[in-house]
């Protein structure tokens, strides 16, 4: 049966954060769009996978928001190690060194806290174990390595376990830490937008990417005419890496 109090709670984002402890505001400029963009799907069973978890900010949001559900159930992967971008801080800028217990602790504050499962290794281990064991998830949120091979190797194993209709988020769409592209997540989820472009439909919010899962609306037609089936190489066509010396 359904109380007054569980319709608003499933209805109504949970406001209150004071109870948490976060030395880093990057959840804070994304929250807004995460009220928005989440509005249909409090209250519903979920099985959400958060990949990159840090301190638990935007841990706490989805278990306060999002895993209302009795059976709503959340899976985390995190080394709690750092990614690139945190490391050489020589004046632990990061709190790197107890970063583990900032998380537990933040986490430990919310009322659904035990429909967590904590997977503390690389996402590599992490998603291929998960695939294996043939796990499905609703809500995926991308959150981890900024290197883009890393970006672009969760994004595939995340997409392979989500269920049509379900939603992954990219972090850091918009995030320039380095100048070379390899080091940053956006070439990643580019690459992986034009892969996976018949089943995908997307939104861009300021800083992130938001991606549902849709039935194929691409579908395949073969090239009729054998003498155009290779690629033109244009003139002057260099592939974008160094090349290999053959001696
Ligand atoms: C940017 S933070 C996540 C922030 C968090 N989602 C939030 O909104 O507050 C990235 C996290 O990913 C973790 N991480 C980085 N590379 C990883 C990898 N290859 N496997 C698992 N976790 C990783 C780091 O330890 C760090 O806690």
Redesign the pocket.
């Known amino acids: 049966m359904s109380s007054t109090v569980d319709v608003l709670s499933t209805t109504t984002p949970s406001q209150d954060r004071s109870r948490f402890s976060f030395q880093?505001p990057?959840?804070e400029a994304t929250r807004p769009d995460w009220e928005e963009l989440t509005r249909s799907l409090r209250g519903q069973q979920l099985r959400v996978l958060?990949?990159?978890?840090?301190?638990g900010?935007?841990t706490t949001w989805i278990l306060d928001n999002l895993l209302i559900h009795p059976k709503s159930t959340m899976t985390v992967?995190?080394?709690?190690?750092?990614?690139m971008e945190h490391q050489g801080d020589v004046n632990d800028t990061y709190g790197l060194t107890s970063?583990k217990s900032r998380f537990w602790s933040n986490v430990s504050q919310c009322k659904h806290v035990s429909k967590l499962n904590v997977m503390e290794m690389?996402?590599?281990e992490a998603l291929i174990t998960l695939r294996k064991e043939g796990a499905r998830f609703d809500f995926v949120?991308i959150?981890?390595?900024h290197v883009a091979l890393?970006v672009l190797h969760d994004a595939v194993l995340c997409w392979r376990m989500l269920d049509m209709g379900g939603t992954l988020v990219f972090?850091d769409f918009a995030w320039k830490g380095y100048n070379e592209d390899c080091y940053n997540p956006r070439v990643a989820i580019l690459s992986f937008l034009l892969c996976a472009a018949p089943e995908l439909q997307a939104k861009e919010t300021e800083l992130q990417l938001w991606v549902t899962k849709v039935p194929n609306h691409i579908s395949a037609t073969k090239n009729p005419d054998p003498a155009i089936l290779y690629w033109d190489k244009p003139e002057g066509f260099k592939l974008p890496v160094v090349p290999v010396k053959i001696s």
């Open positions: 880093q990057w959840f958060e990949v990159g978890a840090f301190e900010a935007s992967i995190d080394t709690f190690a750092g990614g970063l690389t996402s590599d949120y959150d981890a390595s890393d972090d």
